[in-house]
């Protein structure tokens, strides 16, 4: 997500700063090209009309003196300029020195052309306006043979021209912050609907199936809101409902279970009396029965958690002589080593814990191998490790999911499958959590973590 913000707030800022740029160059481009226009007809109108007034007089041929004179006379009505008149072979007569933009191209148009004929030119990185003209004698109208330039600086110009840039460069990185920011502000506003969708997606998958959304406009992002809203309605529907069927099929089987498991019972203890092959599934029956209780009795726990119907009755427990009631209660004591010292006292529930080691514990005895150990690490940390080859690396993110199964091929199994996610059911209802993996050579281990005080 904040990968999109920010290349959210890069086009943003990308587009502006383009925008800026486009504009500032089409207002440099415009205010240039106006201000240089606005220069060269000031300067060449004012300079036909004084030729057109020192030339009015003049006569012909002219003197080097007049020469002189007609060229110190254009001048003076331009800052920083330079007068030059040409007749015949006289060579250039300058009202200064500065005679160096006058190119011989512009020279062979006004002979060429006699007509008025300007342009811009750079000498030594200087900028001019370079304009020349033909003298027309007053009387016939033709060509004098004497032709008038002027050298006009562009410097005040060129300064004008860099103000515009720096202008325009200036103008330009407030545009750009500001778009930083409205990217930001606008980025915000487009993902923050989808930061909310992405933690409803992630509530309604960890089983938070109440989780809504409040749908805000009509846009795209509404509808689906929207759509989000009507499918977490239909999954919680159908998953209540299914939840509702397992809860209600689990109760409907226990009663009619617990008299068929004593009635086993009851064939088992007189199979001895019968004949054949009788014994032998008096006591299948017995034992199939027992495994149907189980799991029934495994999906009315399961059923409950997902109803939220459970809860801690919590005591002062020894977690050492905790470890050791589970272990006796199923006659476990003998395969399992355990290292852990007395006095560690927690808050947690009894009952509920000793279902989680019988779990955990069982789990290890029936899949792993030989010694078992349940050991006290760190604060509340209770590691069982077994000595079996591990738990498949396939299998391993998967192994606290319901109906999960130590050996996937097999089409029945001693367990429901249920028993390694009611175990983090009941770690989690106490604050804490559970961890699976294989240690190197030496079998799976499962690390039980527990807080020390519930609040």
């Not at 007189?270 to 008096?282: K, M, V």
């Not at 106490?430 to 079998?443: F, K, L, Q, T």
């Amino acid at each position: 997500m904040r990968g999109l913000r920010a290349r959210l707030v890069v086009v943003f800022a990308v587009l502006a700063g383009l925008s800026a740029l486009t504009a500032a160059g089409l207002v440099y481009k415009q205010a240039r090209d106006l201000m240089l226009t606005r220069t060269e007809w000031s300067v060449v109108n004012e300079f036909r009309l004084r030729v057109s007034t020192l030339t009015e007089n003049m006569q012909h041929p002219p003197s080097r003196a007049a020469l002189q004179q007609l060229a110190n006379g254009v001048a003076p009505a331009f800052l920083d300029a330079t007068g030059v008149a040409v007749y015949g072979d006289s060579g250039l007569i300058a009202s200064g020195d500065g005679t160096a933009p006058l190119g011989p191209d512009l020279r062979r148009r006004v002979t060429a052309e006699q007509r008025l004929v300007y342009q811009r030119v750079v000498h030594d990185g200087d900028p001019y306006l370079v304009v020349g003209t033909p003298v027309l004698l007053r009387r016939e109208g033709t060509p004098s043979g004497v032709e008038v330039y002027l050298i006009s600086s562009l410097h005040a110009e060129a300064a004008d021209q860099e103000a515009l840039v720096a202008a325009a460069r200036n103008g330009v990185l407030p545009v750009l912050l500001l778009a930083v920011l409205f990217a930001l502000v606008a980025a915000g506003g487009v993902l923050r609907p989808v930061r909310d969708l992405d933690r409803a997606a992630r509530r309604l998958g960890a089983g938070e199936l109440d989780t809504r959304l409040k749908a805000t406009g009509r846009d795209e992002l509404a509808r689906l809101v929207q759509t989000f809203n009507a499918t977490a309605a239909a999954l919680e529907t159908s998953v209540g409902n299914a939840r509702r069927f397992v809860a209600d099929v689990s109760h409907e089987l226990r009663t009619p279970l617990a008299s068929i498991l004593a009635m086993a019972d009851v064939i088992e203890e007189e199979a001895g009396r019968l004949d054949g092959d009788l014994p032998e599934a008096a006591r299948l029956l017995n034992l199939e029965v027992g495994r149907l209780v189980k799991l029934v009795e495994d999906l009315m726990e399961i059923s409950r958690f997902d109803a939220g119907a459970v809860g801690l009755v919590v005591d002062d427990v020894d977690v050492a002589e905790a470890v050791a009631a589970s272990l006796r209660t199923r006659g476990w004591t003998s395969d399992v080593t355990v290292d852990i010292d007395p006095g560690v006292r927690i808050g947690l529930d009894p009952r509920r814990f000793d279902v989680i080691m019988a779990n955990l514990v069982g789990n290890a005895l029936k899949h792993g191998a030989k010694p078992v150990t349940v050991a006290l690490t760190g604060d509340v940390v209770i590691e069982v490790a077994d000595s079996g080859p591990g738990i498949a690396p396939d299998l391993l993110p998967h192994v606290f999911d319901r109906f999960s199964k130590a050996d996937a091929a097999r089409t029945r199994s001693d367990g429901s499958g249920l028993g390694l996610a009611i175990a983090l059911e009941n770690a989690r209802l106490h604050g804490g959590d559970i961890e699976a993996g294989n240690r190197p050579g030496s079998g799976a281990v499962f690390r039980l973590t527990l807080p020390r005080n519930l609040s």
